[in-house]
């Protein structure tokens, strides 16, 4: 079964830094696209940020330059680092890959961005 588990969320101020993980299980990590995805009240979810096997790396145009993905295949982890946070940033990031074609999704963590 796979299972996808984020953390690092949390409260912080406008201009700061987090650092999201997700931890994988359940599928050979390494072989898979990794994505962040986040969606903020009343919002559609939006990809954030995406990271290919080859670690080939994709960004929306909102966080590019501001946001970094990674990823650590013996951990079968997925990091975002997020830096120079904004309010427009607040919403609930999920962790996502396709596998047989089917969307695996996270539970979520939650980021606020506010003074």
């Known amino acids: 079964q796979v299972r996808l588990v984020e953390s690092g969320g949390g409260l912080v101020q406008p201009g700061g830094s987090l650092r999201l993980s997700c931890a994988a299980s359940?599928?050979?990590?390494?072989?898979?696209?990794m994505n962040w995805y986040r969606q903020a009240p009343g919002k559609q979810r939006e990809m954030v940020a995406v990271?290919?096997?080859?670690?080939?790396?994709k960004y929306a145009d909102s966080v590019n330059g501001r946001f970094t993905i990674s990823r650590d295949n013996a951990e079968k982890t997925v990091y975002l680092q997020m830096n120079s946070l904004k309010p427009e940033d607040t919403a609930l990031y999920y962790c996502n890959t396709v596998r047989n074609w089917r969307d695996v999704w996270g539970q979520g963590t939650q980021v606020t961005v506010s003074s």
């Open positions: 990271i290919a096997s080859d670690g080939s790396t």
């Open positions: 359940g599928i050979s990590f390494s072989a898979y696209t």
